[in-house]
């Protein structure tokens, strides 16, 4: 899309899968925007961190997100690499075209290297989904997540819990928008369209019957022991039950080294957003180290169980159904034995998470350039 001159340009930044279901909501809402006469533009800015088609294109073609206007084409590296190689690309956009503000989202690499080089260039950032904070600084995901924050210009929030950390950190309240939740927007959006893997009848899944388990972080999965050692905790104490493992890629590269699982543990390819949360919805109980995927188990009232000591997303625990096993494997079974028992908390939905954070970004964004000429 051709910025047009008398318009703001928004650049909307995606890199990593979880970014894919957070930006759809907005760009939907835009279009809705521009169609009714709304004159804001946006640019489409994919830093090509993940790109292969199960981890990108796959999230694009089943949430209708348009083609990226630009694709920075980073591919895998190092944080440092992946890093730079971002910055340098996106600095070069913007001083081939520069936008009016950088809309990031989450708290992946992308997030932070396309904040970086905005706030350098003089483009105010926003923040969808600011103001989570773990406390965990071995996570690469908190380092992207205060980076970001400390040079943030408007903070598009998802929780009470982000608000307060952004007023204590000396955010005032004008520059903290509480707008929801954009990642449960295309969730609510997509339920009805939810749909079995084609796995589903050779493996005999039945609604209640199986558990879903993800791993991706360096602490579970870059040390073949610990990676092992959690599997064979998850595959006793989901007794017989099958246990549908998508790997995801950073993982795989680990499994190749391990010795054998439990035979309830199926390993499946990483699986679509339609399949992927079918599956979630109809299980048992979910196993993750996934921060999204808590909040996607509590709005759908499925158990979730996190292999983490701490979380950025208190509400999913306080409120929904979420609980922090830790990552120690022999936390496991007492967990899964409560489970089993029916002695799992029911959970509620926390506030805003109603389907309509993408539309109240939007607003927020014409507010800004109306008030503020970002
Ligand atoms: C990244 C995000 C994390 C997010 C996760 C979801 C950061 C710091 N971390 O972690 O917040 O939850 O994505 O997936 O940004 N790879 C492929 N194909 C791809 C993409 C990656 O094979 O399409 C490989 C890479 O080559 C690399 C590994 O997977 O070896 C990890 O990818 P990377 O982007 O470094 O980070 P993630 O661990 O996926």
Redesign the pocket.
């Known amino acids: 899309m051709m910025a047009n001159i008398k318009y703001p340009l928004i650049d909307i930044i995606a890199?990593?899968?979880?970014n894919f279901m957070k930006i759809a909501p907005i760009i939907r809402a835009m279009q809705v925007w521009q169609q009714s006469g709304g004159g804001m533009r946006y640019r489409l800015v994919h830093t090509g961190?993940?790109?292969?088609a199960?981890?990108?294109n796959d999230f694009f073609v089943q949430l209708g997100i348009p083609e990226p206007d630009a694709n920075l084409g980073v591919?895998?590296?190092?944080?440092a690499e992946?890093t730079s190689a971002i910055m340098v690309r996106y600095e070069k956009l913007l001083l081939d075209q520069c936008s009016d503000l950088c809309l990031v989202v989450?708290?992946?690499?992308?997030?932070m290297a396309c904040s970086i080089v905005a706030q350098k260039m003089g483009v105010k950032v926003a923040h969808v989904e600011g103001g989570l904070r773990s406390g965990d600084w071995s996570m690469?995901?908190e380092i992207?997540r205060m980076v970001t924050d400390a040079i943030t210009n408007y903070f598009f929030t998802t929780s009470e819990a982000a608000n307060q950390n952004l007023r204590r950190s000396g955010i005032p309240d004008e520059r903290i928008f509480f707008v929801g939740n954009t990642m449960i927007d295309t969730l609510l959006a997509n339920m009805d369209r939810l749909r079995p893997p084609v796995f589903r009848d050779e493996l005999g899944l039945e609604t209640g019957q199986y558990f879903v388990v993800t791993l991706?972080?360096?602490a579970n999965v870059d040390e073949t022991s610990q990676l092992q050692a959690m599997l064979m905790a998850i595959g006793n104490g989901c007794r017989d039950l099958p246990v549908i493992f998508p790997v995801?890629?950073?993982t795989?590269?680990t499994m190749r080294e391990m010795d054998g699982l439990p035979d309830n543990i199926k390993l499946v390819e990483?699986q679509p957003y339609l399949e992927f949360n079918y599956l979630v919805k109809h299980a048992k109980a979910v196993i993750t180290d996934?921060?999204?995927i808590t909040e996607e188990t509590t709005v759908m009232a499925v158990p979730c169980l996190t292999l983490r000591d701490t979380t950025e997303r208190p509400e999913t625990v306080v409120i929904g159904t979420n609980e922090l096993i830790g990552t120690d494997p022999t936390g496991l079974k007492p967990a899964l034995d409560r489970l089993f028992a029916g002695e799992w908390k029911q959970g509620d939905i926390p506030e805003k998470w109603d389907g309509k954070a993408g539309e109240r970004i939007v607003t927020v964004m014409e507010q800004l350039f109306d008030q503020f000429n970002v």
């Open positions: 890199g990593a899968r979880p961190q993940h790109y292969d199960r981890m990108s591919g895998s590296g190092s944080q992946q989450g708290d992946v690499t992308s997030t690469p995901e992207n991706h972080r360096p995801h890629p950073r795989a590269k990483p996934s921060g999204g």
